[in-house]
């Protein structure tokens, strides 16, 4: 009895902890990345999967693989502002093969010292459920600089 208490405890606190920024968002698609950078003037190229970005600097050093282990310094934000995410200066390290499927393919864009802007549809970032404060259908924007491929 004792363990299901503590189950039952244990799911309420995580679905209490992992409330929506808003509960009433809705899905965002292209048309909303295209105005996004429409209103912030920013010139972006679209991959083949759907991934906008903004090189605006593309560094000099190393560029990583899809399973290269590398440090980023970051900030994530939703199309509408609301920081969910963001690294120190130093960023973190981790591995390309780890990350949603934006920042595998976003990251290998640069070379270290690499700068720019990823702007990751959800089908490449958290799809339709979401995770954590990041509703379901939304588009990702991150800062990103690559500090190194380690």
Same mark, same amino acid.
């Given at each position: 009895?004792k363990?299901?208490l503590?189950l039952?405890?244990?799911l309420?606190l995580v679905i209490?902890?992992?409330?929506?920024?808003?509960?009433?968002?809705e899905a965002q698609?292209e048309? @909303?990345?295209?105005?996004?950078?429409e209103?912030? %003037?920013?010139?972006?190229?679209?991959s083949d999967?759907?991934?906008y970005?903004?090189i %605006?600097?593309e =560094?000099t #050093?190393?560029?990583?693989?899809s399973n290269?282990n590398?440090?980023?310094a970051?900030?994530?934000?939703l199309?509408? #502002?609301t920081?969910? @995410?963001q690294s120190?200066?130093?960023?973190?390290s981790i591995?390309?093969?780890q990350?949603?499927? #934006?920042?595998?393919? =976003?990251?290998?864009?640069?070379k270290e010292?690499?700068?720019g802007?990823?702007l990751i549809?959800? %089908?490449l970032?958290?799809?339709?459920n979401g995770?954590?404060?990041i509703p379901? #259908?939304? $588009?990702l $924007?991150? @800062?990103?600089?690559?500090?190194?491929v380690n």
């Amino acid at each position: 009895m004792k363990s299901y208490l503590t189950l039952f405890i244990s799911l309420f606190l995580v679905i209490s902890c992992s409330k929506k920024i808003d509960e009433h968002f809705e899905a965002q698609t292209e048309a @909303d990345i295209i105005q996004y950078l429409e209103d912030n %003037n920013l010139n972006a190229t679209r991959s083949d999967s759907g991934l906008y970005y903004v090189i %605006n600097n593309e =560094g000099t #050093g190393e560029r990583p693989t899809s399973n290269s282990n590398v440090t980023v310094a970051y900030k994530g934000y939703l199309l509408d #502002g609301t920081v969910f @995410d963001q690294s120190d200066s130093n960023g973190i390290s981790i591995g390309l093969n780890q990350v949603i499927a #934006g920042w595998t393919e =976003g990251i290998q864009l640069f070379k270290e010292g690499g700068e720019g802007i990823l702007l990751i549809p959800s %089908n490449l970032g958290y799809g339709s459920n979401g995770s954590g404060p990041i509703p379901g #259908g939304a $588009v990702l $924007v991150f @800062d990103i600089e690559l500090i190194s491929v380690n």
